[in-house]
């Protein structure tokens, strides 16, 4: 059973930045998609950065240009660079695996990834 464990969350002030990380075990996951969501309080999960098989990147418009993702294949880590962050970037955040082997298209609905990590929490402040 695939693994996914995400750390590096924490309180941070509105500005600043942080990265968080997703060390993934038991599957190498090549030819899958990596992705990462964040959920809100009182909020729906909600898609926020990508990387796909082929290493393409790809970001919900409220991060882009701020998040930068990536994917170590050797470490089985998928990164999340996080900067100039706001309060309402304030969420748990989860990665998972895509379902669809080779996807190279640009649906990242959060019905084709699992499994899921457990989320680690980012809060800014004002």
């Known amino acids: 059973q695939a693994q996914l464990v995400e750390s590096g969350g924490g309180l941070v002030q509105a500005g600043e930045s942080l990265t968080v990380a997703c060390k993934y075990s038991?599957?190498?996951?090549?030819?899958?998609?990596l992705g990462w969501f964040r959920q809100g309080p009182g909020k729906e999960r909600e898609f926020v950065a990508a990387v796909n098989w082929k290493g393409d990147e790809y970001y919900a418009d409220s991060v882009k240009g701020r998040f930068t993702a990536s994917r170590d294949f050797n470490t089985r880590t998928l990164s999340l660079q996080m900067n100039s962050l706001k309060p309402e970037d304030t969420a748990l955040y989860l990665c998972a695996a895509d379902r669809r082997q080779w996807y190279s298209g640009s649906d990242y609905d959060l019905s084709h990834f699992g499994p899921w990590g457990q989320g680690t929490q980012v809060t800014v402040s004002p």
């Open positions: 038991a599957r190498t996951f090549r030819g899958y998609g």
